[in-house]
């Protein structure tokens, strides 16, 4: 089973910035596309953006769509979320995956996560 390690999360003002990183362990990892998730407080998970394996497709929650990024370095087995213009409905614990789909009732796996906090 692939491990999954997410790291990049923290505090930060609304407007800030912050780039999360996914580091993936196996061989065949420019073979998957993977996705970012997110669960705000008291809140279920939800899809926040995923990437094709040859990093050449990519697509967004609308609530994010313009101000985040996915992408990916296959030389470096990781995957990374670019956060930009940060509001405070941002917060959550940042997750990543292997993309089965945008239902987290597909995934019986997940790493650890990283916070992130965005103050007002």
């Known amino acids: 089973q692939v491990q999954l390690v997410e790291s990049g999360g923290g505090l930060v003002r609304a407007g800030g910035s912050l780039r999360l990183s996914c580091t993936a362990s196996g061989r065949t990892f420019s073979t998957y596309g993977l996705a970012w998730f997110r669960q705000p407080p008291g809140k279920e998970r939800e899809f926040v953006a995923r990437?094709?394996?040859?990093?050449?497709?990519?697509y967004y929650a609308d609530s994010v769509q313009g101000r985040f990024t996915i992408s990916r370095d296959n030389g470096k087995n990781t995957v990374y979320l670019q956060m930009n213009s940060l509001k405070p409905e941002d917060t959550a614990v940042y997750y990543c995956?292997?993309?089965?789909?945008?239902?987290?009732?597909?995934?019986?796996?997940w790493g650890q996560g990283t916070q992130v906090t965005v103050s007002s």
């Open positions: 995956n292997i993309f089965k789909g945008r239902s987290i009732t597909s995934y019986d796996y």
């Open positions: 990437i094709s394996g040859s990093g050449n497709i990519r």
